[in-house]
């Protein structure tokens, strides 16, 4: 199967011809892809692959040089109610003078809008979203006495008020310890049981087969896309990590085994 | 206290409340350094409106000076965005020449106008009340203070209005960006501000204590707490504190008013950086130093501990023994034990050390964390 026969009405994103350049260094090149609804899917590619630029892009976040974006059949800008979003735990500050629970508010923003203020209503959602993730003891701590699991887990409580159809996660298993990355994975798969679809920046190759069941390799290009059993093969993994020697020696070795594990398991 | 020194104080202590605010933003935003940028650029825009318009009272004027402090802000983020100049550099390449530009124009063509250069530096607040403010003939007070009480209102209610906003594109523009609260909206429109109050504020304190009145109130709030509410009150408080005893500091030394009122928001930046609770140098001098104890303390009765009832006890409990086993000098192992006893984990008989029931209780706390 491939990602590229599935119809539109079953889509949660298409991406077409996207192009993205630093200057006259292009980024990405020419990237279609089809996500299906209610899937979890990972981006895996090497260091410098655009990874976290498509998903800027498809975000919006970065202007493309070409191509097109539809998440649920529309442009980004009229469905931004629909998207939650997790960038990477480090690019905030988080000696920032707030509190987790206003952390966690501000996932209710969008919906708010411009000028109207948060209320009760998007506390309790806050609080509850807390709870889901194991930190509702910790709403009223300072964001800057958090580990860096801890942050993880306020990012996703974030991303769960924003009560979105679509979520990208950029790396939310960076820096967290064993406990944290099972309670993050059972929480995708649980958004993915309640039907929205997962999108996530991933590095370690080692658990994608077990965590997801949709892969996009990309290398600037896009090298595979669809169902983990059928394109996560040692062939693909190969074309996206190839050429960076000194990278892939024990990157390949990883993926040969993890492979491996795929087909023991079928 | 006559008139005109309560006019002087009420204009400082407006002045300082109207930097505080964006400076709050600026700190956070670690974006200081834009504040000095923007406080001398505007000149330019100021000189530029003047030769307009031909009045230095003209609104005219301000708006001149807001477009050249975001027209500065710009042109450090295109030279940044060329990736051949980092950001400091750029801030340091872009104000001088409009600062120098402005200068200029005043030396050869404005000889003869208030405008000149010390007051651009420095500007004059005992001259503020002169200037009078006088619809229909009535005298209601120094035109300074009702500009600049202009000012500080457009800042609070943009405060008031856009918290929300400011907050999460200061702390994740990429949330914000997503969202659809623009960013760059905020960023300009902060950049304005600030660019507002510098000129207004220019006139009483001169360009460079703005950057201070704008910088060091929220620098000392931000090491006092960890809410932005507070970060914000506080800042406006150590403002005004600053304009009031810069104002007397000033009439007793019979100096500057605005170099006093600086010098004050430096004071209190000090007072906070060594007196700030949790944050400030003394809390974290006091932690490390109870830290220190209190692990000596735990090594030891561990090292007791562990030795508690085997053969060899007798000689690991001597005190003397510590030196060997620590490498703690003998005035150092004294004083451990000397806070051990006193904190009833151990007792000494002689110079044998006993653990007591609250010790062991410790040692074993230390050893399974």
Not at chain 2, 129 to 138: C, K, L, S, T, V
Request: glycine share 8%; aromatic share 8%.
């Amino acid at each position: 199967m491939n990602d590229r026969n599935l119809e539109s009405k079953d889509l949660s994103i298409e991406v077409a011809d996207l192009t993205v350049a630093y200057g006259d260094k292009p980024v990405l090149w020419d990237i279609d892809l089809n996500v299906p609804k209610g899937i979890l899917m990972a981006i895996v590619g090497p260091n410098g692959a655009g990874k976290t630029t498509m998903i800027k892009s498809i975000l919006g976040l970065v202007k493309p040089a070409a191509g097109r974006v539809l998440i649920l059949g529309k442009p980004y800008h009229k469905q931004r109610h629909l998207i939650g979003y997790v960038p990477q735990r480090g690019s905030v500050d988080w000696d920032f003078p707030t509190s987790v629970l206003d952390v966690v508010m501000m996932g209710r923003y969008g919906a708010l809008g411009w000028v109207k203020r948060p209320g009760k209503k998007e506390r309790d959602m806050a609080l509850e979203a807390l709870d889901k993730v194991g930190m509702k003891k910790f709403s009223d701590r300072q964001i800057s006495q958090l580990s860096g699991g801890q942050q993880q887990r306020v990012f996703l409580a974030r991303a769960l008020v924003q009560e979105a159809e679509v979520y990208f996660m950029d790396e939310p298993f960076q820096g967290v310890d064993a406990i944290t990355e099972r309670a993050i994975i059972t929480l995708l798969r649980e958004l993915r049981e309640a039907g929205k679809t997962v999108v996530v920046v991933h590095h370690d190759l080692q658990t994608v087969p077990e965590y997801f069941d949709w892969v996009t390799l990309i290398n600037v290009r896009r090298i595979a896309s669809g169902p983990v059993d059928e394109v996560f093969t040692d062939e693909n993994l190969k074309t996206a990590y190839g050429g960076r020697v000194a990278f892939i020696s024990h990157r390949k070795q990883e993926a040969n085994e993890h492979v491996d594990i795929g087909e023991d398991r079928e | 206290m006559n008139p005109a020194q309560i006019e002087i104080q009420l204009i400082a202590i407006v002045v300082a409340v109207a930097c505080a605010l964006p400076g709050v933003f600026l700190v956070l935003r670690r974006m200081a350094l834009m504040s000095d940028a923007i406080s001398h650029a505007i000149l330019l825009g100021i000189v530029l409106a003047f030769f307009v318009v031909k009045d230095l009272a003209s609104p005219l004027l301000v708006i001149a000076a807001a477009l050249t402090g975001v027209l500065t802000v710009s042109l450090v983020e295109l030279l940044n965005k060329t990736k051949l100049v980092k950001e400091d550099a750029a801030i340091g390449l872009v104000f001088p020449v409009l600062f120098s530009m402005g200068v200029i124009l005043i030396s050869r063509f404005a000889g003869d106008v208030h405008l000149d250069t010390d007051a651009v530096l420095l500007g004059e607040l005992a001259f503020a009340p002169f200037n009078r403010f006088e619809p229909f003939g009535y005298d209601i007070g120094p035109i300074t203070l009702y500009v600049m009480a202009g000012i500080l209102l457009l800042n609070l209610l943009f405060i008031i209005i856009f918290y929300k906003e400011l907050k999460v594109a200061t702390f994740d523009p990429g949330l914000a960006a997503s969202i659809g609260l623009s960013p760059a909206i905020i960023h300009y429109a902060l950049m304005s501000l600030v660019s507002v109050t510098a000129v207004g504020a220019f006139d009483a304190v001169g360009s460079i204590l703005v950057v201070a009145l704008m910088i060091a109130p929220p620098a000392a709030a931000y090491l006092m707490t960890n809410d932005l509410k507070w970060m914000i009150i506080i800042s406006a408080v150590i403002g005004i504190l600053s304009a009031v005893t810069g104002y007397w500091c000033a009439h007793i030394f019979d100096v500057s008013i605005a170099g006093s009122m600086a010098t004050m928001t430096g004071v209190f930046f000090l007072l906070s950086f060594f007196l700030a609770p949790k944050r400030g140098m003394l809390s974290i001098w006091q932690r490390r130093s109870r830290q220190k104890w209190e692990f000596a303390i735990k090594m030891l009765v561990v090292h007791l501990s562990h030795h508690e009832n085997l053969p060899e006890a007798k000689d690991e409990s001597r005190i003397d023994h510590l030196q060997r086993h620590f490498e703690w000098n003998k005035d150092f192992a004294e004083r451990v034990v000397r806070r051990a006893e006193k904190s009833e984990s151990i007792i000494t008989v002689g110079d044998i050390m006993e653990l007591t029931d609250k010790g062991r209780q410790l040692a074993g706390e230390s050893v399974v964390k």
